[in-house]
């Protein structure tokens, strides 16, 4: 069984499964992410729960609106006071604060759950910060709170070091989810984060720990350091460790699209053992080493997926990165390439989806820069 972790009155699993990367079904070759695939994803649900995971995330847009009524369909065999169910609300969605409501209220309906144990203002950054206060968020979510609705108040992060310390100020957080690993300890100061949160006493929930799956697919040199160190262990494993090393995480999200996956974070998390210092240095070389290769920090969240041209951009950047990390060669990602419906060529430089990636990422400029270079 995985580890758990204390929080306030009750114990959360070290290992949460995240929503956001179920298997699918595909149209033709290519992956549909509003097709959820719900035998597979079943299978993955029923193995968390019965291996300790009480600890379930989603989010209003994950899988094209279809993940929350999966997973409120997969728990319904299991009772209600044996797990957690975590949701978010998307305030860049909201015209007005009477949106609040209609998206709640559909998030209720969707999960056919009757409450939210932990719930988030998501993605929170400067803008989406001010949004939250001026349609008066946190006081909407204290009020559903009294309600029963949610137990815990919190918020994802994708902001700057001086944003977070505006949110943390503003109220009281039950806990708040940062996107933490080896990489993004110093790329996005997610150490700053980690110890901001820290200091205010707010217990953190870690999300993108293997960054979408791209700390498995690590340069060769990266992956002969690790294996050296440690044969027996996986590469995925070392991205978790070092995540699950620190005291104030309580939970570890994993978007875990297969029985082998979650199998190899059920080892990580069982009976775990913190990285010893050597450890926490390999991380760092091998952070290095990713740095070295020029990485399109893309997690494949998919955010930008609403291009109004169509623009397959994480699929674009995927074959850029296996390229880059060596995994494949060249004329092998141009060849993937090749077979992307809607390439860089379609991309009109509107903005939008750079003004929802969560990493930040000039996504215009790297396709008509990097991207156009790489693959004309």
Not at 140 to 152: D, H, P, V
Request: aromatic share 10%; with cysteine.
């Amino acid at each position: 069984m995985v580890d758990r972790v204390k929080f306030k009155d009750t114990y959360l699993s070290r290992l949460g499964l995240g929503n956001m990367r179920l298997p699918c079904k595909s149209i033709g070759k290519i992956s549909a992410p509003n097709l959820i695939d719900y035998k597979k994803s079943q299978e993955i649900v029923d193995m968390a729960y019965e291996n300790g995971v009480n600890y379930f995330d989603t989010a209003y847009m994950y899988h094209a609106g279809k993940s929350e009524k999966f997973i409120g369909q997969a728990l319904k065999k299991y009772p209600r006071d044996t797990y957690f169910l975590a949701d978010k609300l998307p305030i860049w969605l909201c015209k007005s604060s009477s949106d609040m409501e209609k998206i709640f209220n559909k998030q209720l309906e969707r999960t056919g759950i009757d409450r939210f144990d932990f719930y988030l203002l998501h993605s929170l950054d400067k803008k989406n910060f001010e949004k939250c206060e001026k349609y008066g968020a946190y006081d909407f979510l204290l009020e559903k709170q009294k309600q029963g609705l949610i137990k815990n108040i919190g918020f994802s992060f994708h902001g700057t070091i001086e944003d977070l310390r505006e949110i943390v100020a503003a109220h009281h957080w039950d806990f708040a989810q940062i996107q933490m690993n080896y990489l993004d300890w110093k790329n996005q100061d997610a150490k700053t984060q980690y110890e901001i949160l820290t200091d205010a006493g707010i217990p953190v929930i870690v999300m993108e720990p293997v960054r979408g799956g791209k700390l498995v697919n690590i340069p060769q040199q990266a992956q002969d350091i690790f294996k050296a160190n440690n044969p027996d262990k996986s590469i995925a494993s070392w991205a978790i460790r070092f995540v699950g090393s620190f005291d104030n995480v309580i939970t570890i999200l994993s978007g875990m699209n297969s029985l082998e996956q979650m199998q190899d974070n059920l080892d990580s998390l069982t009976d775990f053992k913190k990285m010893s210092e050597v450890e926490f240095r390999i991380c760092q070389n091998v952070a290095d080493i990713i740095n070295e290769k020029q990485i399109i920090p893309c997690t494949g969240c998919d955010y930008c997926a609403d291009c109004p041209k169509g623009v397959k951009i994480s699929r674009i950047f995927d074959a850029y990165n296996k390229y880059k990390n060596e995994t494949i060669t060249l004329e092998e990602a141009k060849r993937e390439y090749e077979q992307i419906e809607v390439n860089h060529t379609q991309c009109v430089k509107c903005g939008k989806c750079a003004d929802h990636c969560p990493q930040s990422i000039n996504i215009p400029e790297l396709l008509s820069t990097k991207i156009k270079e790489t693959f004309e």
